[in-house]
């Protein structure tokens, strides 16, 4: 009985703990004072940042910027594509050192 | 014997204009290409930007010891020597690239916040006759601002570079006008004439198309804003210059490989400095 209970226990605080950290693709979220600066490093234009997924999005390209630890990941090559088809420019898919890294 | 463990360095300091149009006639001479090289190897462009990426997620957390143990120290003065050339004043938007373990990024916090202090002291010392309100006044203003609306961004491409970096910030106790980026100094991330101040030490012989990383540091840098890198040059001196080699690569890889217990990546580090043009092309 006593071990059910602390299992009970275990669960919860496992529970509790990741609903603390943000649960998948959230995370740390952006700096506010960062927005003033960024744009997409491959057209240069501005992005919408998403709370919700915590990624910065270009809307015209149809990519979107992950935010990890609370460090925006503006490398082309770890955005995804937000679309279902790649966007008429062609999104890039090259084998970067980084790739994306969870 | 000091000097061997000096690895000269030097600062390019530029104004927006003239200075960059140098440096980009030097850089397109390196780009020749696709094969490029990676220390003494030749090898494609693309296996650079990994074997470098490599290097700095290898040495990251080690990489302050090291350029301790291999520079004695010096590369704080140097540091040290590059923000007070700066000189900033509060409200300055810096962007530090390949600054990864944040050591400008710290030192331009300090410098600006104990600017901000004398400030604050002799306006205090000015008004002598300000009532207890308008004092503590000036004091909320400061603990709000301690920058004075100053910034810098961080900007490297390695992931363990900047996870180092803002950790050591956490463990210093630096947060405010301070943020962080993932990004490529060949193709920033940042709007055009945004920055006052644009820095680059120890970082640009790493950047494999040096002639992009200067048009984007135009790019971003406001009409009058200033480009400033710190590298190691060359020494002219032949004995030190037999020395400093020994040094280089008899002492240092070995280090490497006691300390971080990575050998190769200090081999590719010193070679790396060698293949940098001297100074003298950077003048023409």
Not at chain 1, 3 to 12: D, E, Q, S, W, Y
Not at chain 1, 82 to 96: F, H, N, Q, V, Y
Not at chain 2, 39 to 46: L, T
Not at chain 2, 187 to 209: C, Q
Request: hydrophobic share 35%; net charge positive.
């Amino acid at each position: 009985m006593l071990r059910g209970g602390r299992g009970a226990v275990a669960a919860l605080r496992r529970a509790a703990g990741s609903r603390g950290a943000g649960g998948q693709g959230r995370g740390q979220a952006l700096e506010p004072s960062l927005l003033r600066f960024l744009v997409c490093p491959l057209s240069k234009r501005p992005l919408r940042y998403d709370e919700s997924t915590n990624e910065l999005i270009n809307e015209e390209l149809g990519i979107a910027y992950p935010v990890i630890d609370g460090i925006p990941n503006m490398i082309p090559e770890a955005a995804r594509t937000t679309r279902k088809k790649p966007p008429a420019g062609g999104s890039k898919e090259t084998s970067g050192p980084a790739g994306p890294q969870q | 014997m000091a000097a061997a463990g000096l690895g000269p360095a030097r600062l390019f300091l530029g104004r927006r204009r003239g200075a960059m149009r140098a440096l980009l006639g030097l850089a397109r001479g390196l780009a020749s290409g696709p094969q490029t090289h990676f220390g003494f190897q030749n090898v494609s462009e693309e296996e650079r930007r990994e074997k470098i990426y490599q290097v700095f997620e290898n040495v990251a957390e080690k990489y302050d010891v090291m350029n301790d143990s291999m520079t004695l120290g010096i590369h704080r003065v140097w540091k040290d020597i590059l923000v007070h050339k700066m000189n900033p004043s509060p409200g300055t938007l810096l962007v530090d690239v390949a600054g990864g373990t944040g050591d400008i990024a710290f030192r331009f916090i300090n410098y600006v916040h104990s600017i901000r202090e004398r400030q604050l002291q002799q306006k205090l010392k000015r008004h002598q006759n300000l009532s207890w309100q308008e004092i503590s006044k000036s004091y909320e203003e400061e603990k709000v601002k301690p920058l004075g609306d100053s910034q810098v961004v961080v900007c490297d491409i390695n992931k363990e570079m900047l996870k180092v970096g803002k950790q050591r910030a956490q463990h210093l106790g630096y947060s405010e006008g301070l943020s962080w980026v993932l990004g490529n100094a060949e193709e920033l991330p940042f709007d055009d004439d945004k920055f006052d101040v644009y820095t680059i030490a120890f970082g640009i012989r790493n950047v494999t198309r040096i002639d992009l990383a200067l048009q984007e540091a135009y790019r971003v840098l406001k009409p009058g804003g200033r480009f400033l890198c710190l590298e190691f040059s060359h020494v002219s001196n032949p004995l030190l210059s037999r020395l400093y080699d020994l040094y280089s690569f008899q002492v240092i890889p070995v280090l490497g490989e006691i300390i971080a217990g990575d050998w190769k990546s200090y081999q590719y580090l010193v070679e790396s400095i060698r293949r940098f043009p001297p100074q003298a092309d950077g003048r023409t």
